[in-house]
């Protein structure tokens, strides 16, 4: 079974609108974090949000945040107020504590944001 | 910059030849990661080193590829007579001492592209 699955290969949005992007995830493990990172087209990774299994508040990091529905295995991330320099690749990740530090990556997104 | 620095950007290398790729952490991080990424894919882990230790090497294929983290210097990915298959980005990763359940996320550099003719 995949561990991270992300359904939207690639999504449009119009600048200055909100957009969530999609993230299921499968884990047996209690205590686990889920990451999301942004690739633009230059190639490297950045770090965008983190939320961990045990904190009981939404991640936000300015336009960015984490919608975390546990029960439903969901960590959605969801962008306010889109960018022209949004348009990049999303990848959500998770790191399952019972199995050390490696992150499990998810498929991405593609997301272009339209002027 | 006090990034993770990966080097080189970009490697070409013919089949059959061997693939060095750096990497140097953020400064006061002592965990590295290597990943790779396919074309038109996410990253997959590969390996997870401390200094002088190898961790995690679940990721890592069994023949051809050897990873380092010395005590001095960075951290190298070897990669010994290449294939085309071998053709992707490399990444490399660092993060600080690991303190349990820890929200620390994990930086990573730009990357290496590798080419194989």
């Known amino acids: 079974a995949q561990k991270i699955t992300q359904t939207q290969p690639g999504m449009f949005v119009q600048e200055k609108e909100a957009v969530t992007l999609d993230c299921t995830y499968d884990?047996?493990?209690?205590?686990?974090?889920l990451f999301w990172y942004k690739q633009p087209s230059s190639g490297e990774m950045i770090f965008l949000i983190y939320?961990?299994?045990?904190?009981?508040q939404n991640a936000t990091e300015g336009r960015y945040s984490l919608n975390f529905q546990k029960a439903r295995k969901s960590a959605n991330l969801v962008i306010s107020a889109s960018q022209l320099g949004d348009s990049a690749m999303y990848f959500c990740?998770?790191?399952?504590?019972?199995?050390?530090?490696?992150?499990?990556f998810g498929a991405g997104t593609i997301l272009r944001v339209k002027s | 910059n006090a990034g993770v620095m990966q080097n080189p950007r970009h490697l070409v290398r013919r089949r059959g030849q061997e693939a060095r790729l750096r990497c140097s952490p953020m400064?006061?991080?002592?965990?590295v990661y290597w990943y790779r990424q396919l074309p038109e894919e996410g990253l997959k882990f590969m390996v997870y080193?401390?200094?002088?230790?190898?961790?995690?090497e679940s990721g890592m294929p069994k023949e051809r590829f050897s990873a380092e983290f010395p005590k001095e210097g960075p951290s190298i990915l070897r990669i010994q007579q290449v294939v085309r298959g071998d053709s992707a980005a490399y990444f490399c990763?660092?993060?600080?001492?690991?303190?349990?359940?820890?929200?620390?996320?994990?930086?990573f550099g730009d990357g290496t592209r590798l080419s194989i003719l």
């Open positions: 990763a660092s993060s600080p001492p690991d303190r349990g359940y820890s929200n620390q996320p994990q930086h």
């Open positions: 884990t047996s493990d209690q205590s686990y974090g």
């Open positions: 939320q961990g299994s045990y904190d009981e």
């Open positions: 990740a998770m790191r399952e504590f019972e199995y050390g530090n490696k992150l499990v």
């Open positions: 400064k006061g991080h002592s965990h």
């Open positions: 080193l401390q200094k002088e230790n190898i961790i995690d």
